[in-house]
């Protein structure tokens, strides 16, 4: 029987959600919700001149996210090359800084901290000195001065000890990584997504705009009911909610188990969000920058790029983007139209020869998108993969699924393969609910006969094991935790097996968490109500779809 699924928010997650369900589940209807009148949200190309107000880089390490650029026909628009290759070359004070690499990466990380900074509470969270952290960074007090001096800094942030959210922040940045932009701009990733879904699926998709949902109702069995900003209702038997936590925030829910919406309130108190703000300016002045490289850094100006207008007269744009709570305060500026002074004043800082060529009639043309807020971070104190896990399904076990999918869910927030691997996940699990199939009596026999080679076949699998010695901590650090068995004193990942297997899943659910297997293992022949183990007796010796990881400590 077909089953609604309701996907609200239109982003790339949502999207992605919707091509993955579509294509691998045949019986299913989809309907996505989107609120304003655009698709693709946190992805927006400006075609004039061509700027990613939104998502822009592209990591070669991003594989969902290349894989669905390449399946989309984009692939030959990426070219990847270190960011710092192409010569440019980064400003500060008018000054060129000769590291780019490493100072551009600190600009960020000092960027990112004074934003964490100013959301918790440094006395209980951060225990590094932040002369520690210097150093580790191989930051000289004189750059440090110089930042202080970019950034304002206060005395507590001299003060303050920064080291326990470098770690992960140096985790999702990494310098060395080559990147690409997509050339024609990364809505056509989204564009060609939309049209390829209305092709392929114009009979089980439908996709509404404009349609904000303000409220949420569990009705158990039934379902959920939602409505929009025009009270429109709409009924779903599944829901994803395709949404950054302050779009879910905004949204009321009622009906749901007791304490169930408390639960994913405290889980979201541990993001902490990053207002972004990126502008572009168009200079029509073709000469203005003439002896100007584009330049790098986290000031109000990041980019200066050469462009052709619409009159094919080339002008100097400028893109650039500021995060923190200053990004608010820069947007109320622009929208009083008060920012141009500013610009210019940050324009003369950066190249001091511009001072005189600079004056109040230069023409500028600016756009600016406040993104609100644009990335989230996990507050420094919770391990971030188990916040996100818990996240994609906030609410446990309900009659009826309901899970959560973007960037801020996942191993990679902020990034469009945070989305994707997110989207890949909860595909997932909405595919075994519907296709769990218990075994049929052949199976069961053959299950049975082949039952007593467990041994054997698990003596080979031991005998690949890599030497590594497992923790309890190694394995609920592990982002594939719960795909992880302990098993006679070794650690197995069972993947592969819950993957290729129907019902894999609802057999291993609750394997992870460092559990010992042992003991359920030795004892199965003694209870015939443990069936699901037999089964993966009979898996293990059929297939080898387990690998083994090393020993446990
Ligand atoms: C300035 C900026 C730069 C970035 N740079 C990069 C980059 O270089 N590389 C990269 O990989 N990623 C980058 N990202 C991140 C990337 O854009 C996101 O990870 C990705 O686009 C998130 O997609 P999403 O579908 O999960 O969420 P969104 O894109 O936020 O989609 C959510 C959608 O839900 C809709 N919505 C919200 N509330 C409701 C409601 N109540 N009812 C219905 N619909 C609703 C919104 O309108 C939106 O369309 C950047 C983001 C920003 C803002």
Not at 77 to 102: C, I, M, P, Q, W
Not at 235 to 257: E, N, R, T
Request: aromatic fraction near 8%; glycine fraction near 8%.
């Amino acid at each position: 029987m077909s089953q609604e699924i309701v996907i609200i928010g239109g982003g790339i997650s949502g999207l992605a959600l919707a091509q993955n369900v579509l294509a691998s589940q045949p019986d299913r209807q989809v309907t996505i919700l989107e609120g304003s009148s655009r698709l693709g949200g946190r992805i927006y190309t400006q075609y004039k001149g061509l700027f990613e107000m939104g998502a822009k880089r592209v990591a070669e390490n991003h594989t969902e996210t290349i894989k669905l650029l390449k399946s989309l026909g984009l692939g030959d628009r990426l070219h990847f090359k270190n960011l710092f290759e192409s010569g440019e070359t980064a400003y500060l004070d008018g000054e060129a800084l000769d590291n780019v690499n490493l100072f551009f990466t600190k600009l960020q990380l000092v960027n990112q901290l004074k934003q964490i900074l100013g959301d918790s509470n440094p006395d209980k969270i951060y225990r590094k000195s932040t002369g520690e952290w210097l150093r580790a960074m191989g930051m000289s007090r004189q750059d440090l001065v110089k930042l202080e001096k970019l950034y304002g800094f206060s005395d507590e942030f001299r003060k303050s000890n920064a080291g326990e959210g470098l770690p992960y922040i140096i985790s999702i940045l990494d310098p060395d990584l080559p990147y690409s932009q997509v050339a024609g701009g990364l809505s056509e990733l989204v564009d060609r997504l939309v049209s390829q879904l209305k092709r392929r699926y114009s009979d089980r998709l439908t996709i509404k705009t404009n349609c904000y949902i303000d409220q949420i109702s569990y009705l158990g069995k039934k379902g959920f009911r939602l409505v929009n900003d025009e009270s429109e209702k709409f009924q779903a038997s599944a829901l994803v909610m395709a949404l950054p936590p302050h779009a879910l925030q905004q949204i009321k829910m009622s009906g749901f188990p007791e304490g169930a919406v408390q639960r994913l309130e405290h889980l979201l108190e541990r993001k902490v969000p990053t207002t972004l703000l990126r502008i572009y300016g168009v200079f029509h002045q073709p000469n203005l920058f003439r002896h100007c490289e584009p330049i790098i850094t986290d000031l109000a100006c990041r980019h200066v790029t050469p462009i052709k207008s619409e009159n094919n007269q080339l002008s100097y744009a400028m893109l650039s983007y500021t995060d923190g709570p200053g990004a608010r305060h820069l947007s109320q500026l622009l929208e009083q139209g008060r920012y141009r002074p500013q610009i210019k004043k940050w324009l003369t800082t950066l190249y001091p020869s511009l001072r005189d060529r600079l004056d109040p009639s230069t023409k500028l043309d600016i756009v600016h998108y406040l993104w609100e807020p644009a990335g989230y971070y996990t507050a420094p104190g919770s391990p971030h993969h188990l916040l996100n896990r818990e996240l994609r399904q906030p609410f446990g076990k309900l009659d009826i699924p309901l899970y959560l999918v973007g960037d801020t869910y996942s191993d990679l927030p902020i990034w469009i393969e945070g989305s994707l691997r997110s989207t890949r996940e909860v595909a997932k699990l909405l595919k075994r609910r519907e296709t769990f199939q218990p075994m049929t009596p052949e199976m069961t026999s053959e299950s049975r006969e082949r039952g007593f080679k467990i041994k054997g076949v698990l003596n080979r699998i031991f005998r690949d094991c890599p030497d590594r010695i497992w923790s309890s901590q190694d394995i609920l650090d592990d982002p594939n935790r719960e795909y992880l068995l302990v098993l006679g004193g070794y650690v197995l990942n069972v993947e592969k097996f819950v993957e290729t297997h129907p019902g894999g899943e609802a057999i291993l659910r609750g394997c992870g968490n460092g559990q010992d297997w042992t003991r359920k293992f030795q004892r199965v022949q003694a209870h015939r109500g443990q069936r699901k183990l037999k089964r993966i007796k009979a898996y293990l010796s059929e297939k080898s779809l387990i690998q083994c990881l090393g020993r446990f400590k």
